[in-house]
């Protein structure tokens, strides 16, 4: 599996690297030509990413810094707008025509020959009543060709009344829709400029002046005006002025003046706000023009380009053209076969292309708001405005510009107005043929569509954000109408909005979503994966779209989609299909019901049962398709009772238990995600399941408990945040007994404080506890005051409790499912039921002990380790998860509130006043001690029976089935709390820091509207039923947590983040606690948004981690990681030759840190860079050859100033090192408490980010009085991505993490570092080792014990040695790459050599040389280099050794050596460069020491050269000169 990985990795690597050569090079034959490319630099650049190991943590999800809200914002860069808020349509038309066939107005003087044809009919042809009312006719005829289903009304040179009853009834027709106005002027004088209109009186004597004022009084809004006649700009100006003054009438607050009586309806009539913004003008001329006049044209020529641009278009066209010389004529123009609504003849062909040219030149030239408004709103305003930009190109020719409101840019010489030009001339050429020859002539498509796709596709070629949207896009809207072109456009259109959100955007607000939306309904087979990929785009962008979906029953077309036979289809292009059916469900319970009445729930069981197969047999490309089965499954169950009744008779939960042991975290974050949805949170209103009853949906929600509480531990952050959103809605759905666990710790609390176990029985009292050593009356070293304030705090919390708990206190064994024998034995009654991969349940049952398993559940404790897992998701390490576990607590209406105790009312370890129970709660800081789902504590070890109890023979469970069985093994803490009572002396532990293992103590509270804010004094005893009670002190995670010595004043510490609640007593979950979201659908869905299609693909991730807008590593450069390999490879070359005789050098390099003392240390592979950390976790990195900080940060990512409230961060750094150190490099850094945290960008300036984070061990419970935790240990192998730690509340297993799975997939019980035996005081695992090449680890315990462990076989210990019988102060494995070797050391300066291969018949292995390294002892560090032959020791006493693998000294340094440029201070901590030979130390003082390493026989010899990326191992040679970090 190690070798697949690094294949691939280094696959990947090696297309990068191509691909950027060709992005980067000439074009081939130019290259060719100059000879530019290196063919042999190339490949030598291919080899050597042949050896580049697979990287970690460098996925998307690989960042949890915290801030993802800010992120995702970032990411998406856009806030869609392209759905309109309100859609018009116009559903009334006015007709007013002017004309007095036969009398010229007065002010116009025709020209002759002059334009006659009004609406296409010569006046003059007939008898001017009967020409009056066929142009009236043809005029309604032409608008309702755009829309049919308006009410027409029409005046025919009408007088002031009629107009005014015509635009009243109108209005009252239209409602609250548009109305259209249409005023043609031809026979009437020009407007003037008080802006009046002109119509007749009665005997048509006189001219009337009618003003604009008074028919924006009738008309209302929304209204669209068209005004046909000369100087049509006056009124316009008119209109426009009118309405500012009705705008300011309105403000001054006095009524609108109105020019009459009449119907004023509809809301927006009256309302002069919107006088302008719900008004559209269309005029046909400027102020100061005429009409055109020429013959050659209609004498209502804008009205005919509005109702019949074909027409006029072939006309004006023909008349430019000389293709009226070859015998086209009008008449001929006017016999084009065909039917506009028919694409397939010429006239709909025609009639087709011009609306795509139009719209694309409007989409082009117009701001989007306003091409929204005009051409997507209504379907009359936009063919009206299609119309008006011919009516533009024509009139202007004739020095007439047409004028409209909202004003449009010049549109007249847009260069689409060719593509015109071209189309229309390729069809009249083909007119004569088809109309007047004798032999049928078949009609040749344009290619316009043909071309413009190609146009469309070489702009995808070149095309990007950042450059001019692509003109054809309107085309490609079009084309999709087209059965012959329809695949093409689909396919070009998927990659378009392939390239980003910003893409799909573009393409919604040109219009695609009907289009798309129409296309579900057909049934071709060749579109459908191209249409699942739109679709997929379009929802990822807006999920709005969901409600159109369902109500055109869209849903059928993916269910059919992804339960489809088809071949052809991808396991992604189902994915696809899975997210869109799962978006339909999202929060939409319509779409929910009518996609499980259509059968998704089966559907979606049936695909997961076949994918679930296939991955098992190492199919990897249905990842995508499993994890989008599962998010569908949850979004169709998620609150939904029938649906989710049918899911559990169809046993979903034991389906999709084997994937919470999945090797893919979002697999398992997917399971975790469906079992919460199969919750149900709903209000009582809502009635229980459909078909199950209260209890029995209960039970199965319980049983989906016992699956998920397994998870707390997961590897991913990404797992555990989404356990915390199923817990959150496990506290909702169970609020009665999630309360009552609430209600249990509050009594515990209350024992606790007063200094009695819970299971220490009545007679215990608070002055005789277990393990104390002297009275409780003697003064303590911290005061005479300090207990004294305990008991009154504890009596007060007993108070709480009885007043809460209905008076009850539980002083007995208050472990439920444990039964308690007059010996004192135990004896587990029950197991929590735990499902496991293979679907069965484990749960074996005592007949005499429940009625059923549910009920052993609840007896058990589930809901006590409910409610611990969630305090522990609260103070995970990682800041997502625990943001969303502290809101999981808020929902059930509990928060942590931090304690602090002033350090001078501490008791001291020593001190015989202070009861041993009560320094066990100060210094374990978790003095609740509710037991760890995960932990087998030594306590529970003696408390369970040898049959049931962890043996050190016993076999392990393999790496496959190792959660579910070590889960069984840890389910008998969920059955009942292990006993406090009868447990043996815990083994002496080494002194260790009191920030080490101290972790900052935490209590749950309740929030209600009375203690919110409130701080309770410890001193004070508050017998109301209101007092704030503590319901749990829980171990904070070093990340927020600080030392317990912190000076405040003896009081709980109110948590003053968010936090809202309500009553104890009232509802819990509440509208101001909602339930936190689904941080895996979230994450899921936003995958679907970013480029899915190479190669745009890897262009934009590279780009988008460049940017910061994702997470994960940021592409490295394939020549430099080439580059490093080959450095890498030659230095561990030179390492290795180093002869016998190497010293250290006098030329010793110091810095400053400006840290109080130093606990680790890391020297860059490649870079002159030293990482070190404080006492304190302070993480500084300097570069040693300039001595200046290139940054600093707190190892747990909070600031390291002191917060309000919570006292300074503190964390106790073991472990540092760097992964993918060939990449760009990772720091893991490991503390005390068992954390891990991986940082990115760490050696960059204020860039760090946290990549990942986890709890390696378990967190450390104070079980009993004798429990204490144990330093977590740690060893890493890179090469086979295996992470070993031991520690914590299970100190004698080593748990094995896998770093690529992001899971623990082995656990390792060390055999004789317990204390099973007494007379071996093994006291856990204090070090850890593994060999790099082989599968070998050495575990040493705290008495000195050492054993090899084969892991490839049985867990059971392949050799074993006991060098020491004290603790060991290191251990180092492999020194200088010798295979087989071991050197231990102890603080007593004493080295011993072993060799595993001697091994003797009784498995002891000997040790074959001991050397006293430091003849005073206090040795306080060692260390070895990893390729060369040297082994380093340090004292207390700043002596620094140096020594061979077989024992001989080659060196010494020490303090008083005049060489040093500054004294340095005791040494605890040495470090060798890995790849040089370069040896760091630090200590107790702000020092850190360089030492350069040569050989005596080449002392002379310098260093080699350093390149650019890497320092050489020669350092600042002016010693003289202390350096200090800038």
């Known amino acids: 599996m190690n070798e697949e990985r690094q294949r691939s990795g280094s696959s990947a690597s090696t297309t990068a690297l191509s691909h950027q050569l060709s992005l980067s090079a000439l074009p081939d034959e130019l290259a060719r030509r100059l000879d530019l490319v290196d063919q042999v630099k190339v490949s030598e650049l291919v080899e050597g990413l042949q050896l580049v190991p697979a990287g970690f943590f460098i996925e998307v999800r690989h960042d949890i810094q915290g801030d993802d809200e800010d992120k995702s914002t970032q990411s998406q860069g856009i806030v869609s707008k392209w759905r309109q808020k309100e859609r018009l349509k116009t559903t009334a038309v006015a007709l007013v025509l002017c004309l007095n066939i036969g009398v010229d107005p007065p002010d116009v003087i025709k020209i002759s020959p002059c334009a006659r044809l009004e609406c296409w009919v010569d006046p003059l042809s007939m008898q001017p009543p009967k020409a009056l009312d066929t142009i009236g006719k043809n005029l309604q005829a032409q608008y309702e060709r755009w829309q049919p289903r308006a ?74 005006f068209v005004f046909d006649c000369s100087a049509a700009g006056l009124i316009v100006n008119s209109f426009k002025a009118f309405a500012e003054q009705k705008t300011q009438e309105s403000e001054n607050g006095g009524p609108p003046r109105s020019g009459g009586s009449g119907y004023a309806g509809g809301p927006h009539n009256g309302s002069p706000e919107d006088g302008l913004s719900d008004c559209i003008l269309l005029a046909a001329c400027g102020a100061n023009e005429l009409l055109p006049q020429s013959p050659h044209v209609p004498a209502d020529v804008f009205t005919a380009c509005l109702t019949t641009p074909i027409k006029v278009a072939l006309r004006w066209f023909c008349s430019r053209s000389l293709m009226r010389q070859e015998g086209l004529t009008k008449e001929l123009i006017d016999r084009i076969p065909g039917k506009q609504t028919d694409r397939k003849t010429p006239l709909g062909e025609l009639n087709w292309i011009f ?70 001339e390729m069809c009249l050429l083909q007119l004569p043929d088809m109309l007047e020859s004798e032999v049928e002539v078949e009609f040749q498509p344009s290619p316009f569509f043909n071309e413009q796709l190609t146009a469309f596709e070489l702009w995808l070629e070149h095309g990007s954000d950042e450059k001019k949207p692509p003109e054809q896009l309107p085309i490609v809207l079009q084309v999709l109408l087209s059965q012959v072109h329809r695949l093409r456009a689909l396919v070009l259109l998927g990659r378009f909005l392939d390239m980003g959100r910003w893409a799909v955007d573009l393409a919604l607000s040109v219009g695609i979503f009907p289009y798309v939306l129409k296309l579900l309904q057909t049934t071709a087979p060749d579109l459908r994966q191209t249409l699942v990929f739109i679709w997929t785009k379009i929802l990822a962008l807006d999920k709005t779209c969901q409600v159109d979906l369902v109500k055109d029953s869209g849903q059928q077309y993916f269910i059919h989609y992804l339960d489809s036979n088809d071949s052809t289809s991808s396991t992604d292009s189902r994915a696809q299909a899975a997210f869109v059916l799962a978006v339909i469900c999202d929060g939409h319970p319509r779409g929910q019901s009518l996609a499980a009445g259509a059968g998704l729930l089966g559907v979606c069981l049936t695909h997961l049962r076949h994918s679930m197969a296939g991955l098992s047999g190492g199919a990897s490309g249905a990842l995508l398709l499993i994890k989008w089965l599962c998010l569908c499954l949850g979004k169709l169950c998620q609150d939904m009772p029938e649906v989710t009744t049918m899911a559990l008779r169809e046993r979903v939960p034991e389906q999709l238990a084997g994937l919470l042991t999945a090797s893919h975290p979002e697999l398992r974050a997917a399971a975790v995600f469906t079992l919460g949805a199969l919750v149900q949170v709903s209000d009582n209103e809502s009635g229980p399941l459909s078909g199950m009853s209260e209890q029995d949906r209960l039970a199965a929600e319980r049983a989906i408990a016992c699956q998920l509480l397994p998870v707390t531990y997961d590897g991913s952050p990404l797992v555990r945040a989404e356990l915390a959103a199923a817990l959150a809605r496990l506290a909702t759905g169970h609020v009665v007994l999630f309360k009552d666990a609430v209600h249990e710790q509050q009594r515990n609390a209350a024992q606790i404080l007063r200094g009695a176990s819970p299971g220490s029985g009545p007679e215990a009292g608070p002055g005789s506890a277990p393990g104390s050593t002297g009275p409780r009356s003697a003064p303590s070293a911290g005061g005479p005051s300090s207990v004294p304030a305990m008991e009154r705090a504890s ?29 004192g034995t135990f004896s587990p009654l029950l197991s929590v039921s735990i499902a496991v991969a293979d679907g069965s349940i484990h ?151 009191p920030d080490a293992l101290t972790r900052k103590p935490f209590v749950l509270r309740m929030v209600n509207g009375e203690n919110m804010g409130r701080a309770p004094s410890i001193d004070a005893a508050q017998p109301s039923s209101r007092t704030p009670s503590i319901t749990r002190m829980h171990s904070l995670h070093s990340s927020t947590s600080g030392p317990t010595t912190a000076a405040s004043s003896s009081q709980l510490q109110q948590h003053d983040e968010d936090s809202a609640g309500s009553s104890l007593h009232g ?95 890391l020297l860059h592979p490649f870079r002159p860079l030293v990482t070190l950390v404080d006492g304190g976790g302070s993480v500084r990195v300097h570069n040693y050859r300039h001595s200046t900080v290139i940054n600093r940060f707190h190892v747990t990512g909070e600031a390291a100033a002191e917060r309000k409230g919570q006292g300074k961060v503190v964390a106790s750094v073991t472990f540092l090192h760097q992964l993918n150190e060939v990449q760009d490099g990772l720091l893991l850094a490991g503390t005390a408490d068992g954390a891990l945290r991986v940082w990115r960008n760490y050696a960059h300036k204020a860039e760090q980010r946290l990549a990942t984070a986890w709890q390696a061990v378990p967190v450390a419970q104070a079980h009993s009085s004798q429990y204490h935790p144990q330093q977590a240990v740690f060893a890493l192998n890179e090469a086979s991505g295996r992470l070993y730690a031991a520690g914590g509340a299970t100190p004698s297993t080593v748990h094995t993490w896998d770093m690529s799975q992001e899971c623990c ?65 290191g251990m180092v494995l492999e020194p200088g790459g010798l295979s087989n070797q071991l050197v231990t050391g102890t603080s007593w300066g004493e080295l011993k050599f072993i060799d595993f291969r001697m091994v003797d018949s009784t498995g002891q292995t000997g040790v074959w040389k001991t050397v006293e390294a430091h003849s005073k002892g206090a040795m306080s560090a060692m260390t070895a280099h990893p390729y060369s032959p040297l082994l380093a020791t340090a004292t207390e006493t700043q002596v620094l050794k140096l020594w061979s693998p077989r024992g001989e000294q080659q060196g010494v340094i020490r303090a008083t050596a005049p060489f040093l440029a500054q004294r340095v201070g005791p040494v605890n901590c040495l470090e060798f460069h890995p790849y040089r030979l370069l040896l760091a130390s630090g200590g107790g003082d702000p020092i850190i020491a360089l030492y350069p390493i040569v050989s005596a026989s080449a002392e002379h010899t310098a260093a080699p050269a350093a390149s650019t990326d890497s320092p050489g191992c020669l350092l600042n040679t002016d010693s003289s000169r202390p350096s200090s970090a800038s």
């Open 1067 to 1161: 509802p819990i979950h509440t509208a101001d606690t909602p339930l936190p979201p689904s941080p895996v659908y979230k994450d899921s869905c936003e995958h679907f948004s970013w480029p899915l299609l190479e190669p745009q693909a890897s262009l934009w991730r590279a780009e988008a981690t460049h940017q910061g807008w994702l997470g994960g590593c940021v592409p490295p450069d394939p020549t430099k990681m080439a580059s490093r390999m080959r450095e890498k490879e030659q230095s561990t070359q030179r390492c290795a030759q180093l002869g016998s005789g190497a010293r250290l050098k006098d030329n010793v390099h110091t810095i400053d840190s400006e840290a109080g003392s130093t606990v680790a240390l």
């Open 151 to 224: 009410k027409y009304k029409m005046h025919l040179d009408p007088t002031m009344d009629d107009v005014k009853k015509l635009a009243v009834s109108s209005r009252r027709a239209a409602k609250n829709e548009r109305v259209l106005f249409h005023y043609n002027g031809h026979g009437v004088p020009r407007p003037t400029v008080n802006g009046e209109i002109w119509v007749f009186n009665k005997s048509y004597t006189q001219y009337i002046p009618m003003s604009i004022y008074d028919l924006q009084a009738w008309l209302g809004t929304p209204c669209i």
């Open 1305 to 1369: 997939t082995q656990q390792t019980h060390v055999s004789g570092s317990d204390d099973d035996d007494t007379s071996r005081d093994g006291g856990g695992v204090q070090h850890l080792a593994v060999a790099r090449q082989e599968p070998l680890m050495l575990a040493g315990c705290f008495n000195g014990l050492v054993q090899l462990y084969d892991l490839r076989q049985s867990q059971k210990a392949a050799a074993s040695v006991q060098p020491h019988r004290t603790p060991m102060l």
């Open 355 to 424: 609306t795509a040219i139009t719209d694309t030149i409007a989409w082009n030239m117009l701001p989007r708001s306003l091409f929204q408004r005009l051409f997507r709103q209504d379907l009359l305003v936009a063919s009206l405005f299609r119309n008006f930009l011919l009516a533009e190109r024509i009139m202007r020719a004739s020095a007439c510009c047409p004028i409209s409101y909202p004003r449009l840019p010049p549109t007249h010489h847009h260069p689409m107005w060719q593509a015109w030009d071209m189309a229309a």
């Open 843 to 993: 749960s074996p049952l005592d007949a005499g002990s429940y009625a059923s398993a549910d009920a052993a559940r609840v007896g058990g404790g589930l809901y006590k380790h409910l409610l611990q897992a969630a305090c522990t998701l609260a103070t995970d390490p990682a800041p997502k998860v625990a943001r969303l576990g502290k809101a999981a607590l808020r929902v059930a209406d509990v928060e942590l509130a931090p304690v602090s105790i002033a350090a001078g009312q501490l008791p001291s370890a020593n001190s015989a006043s202070v009861p041993s129970r009560m320094h066990s709660m100060v210094s374990n800081s978790s003095f609740l001690g509710l037991p760890s789902s995960l932990s087998m504590s030594r306590a529970s070890s003696h408390a369970l029976p040898p049959s049931t109890s962890t043996h050190p023979s016993q076999p392990q469970p393999s790496a496959s089935k190792w959660r579910s069985l070590a889960w069984r093994t840890s389910s008998r803490s969920l059955a009942g709390s292990v006993s406090v009572c009868s447990s043996p002396a815990s083994p002496s532990l080494p002194n260790l820091p």
């Open 795 to 823: 009596s007060s919390l007993d108070e709480a409790s009885k007043s809460e708990g209905n008076g009850h206190v539980d002083t007995g064994v208050s472990s439920p499912g444990v039964q308690t024998s007059a010996t």
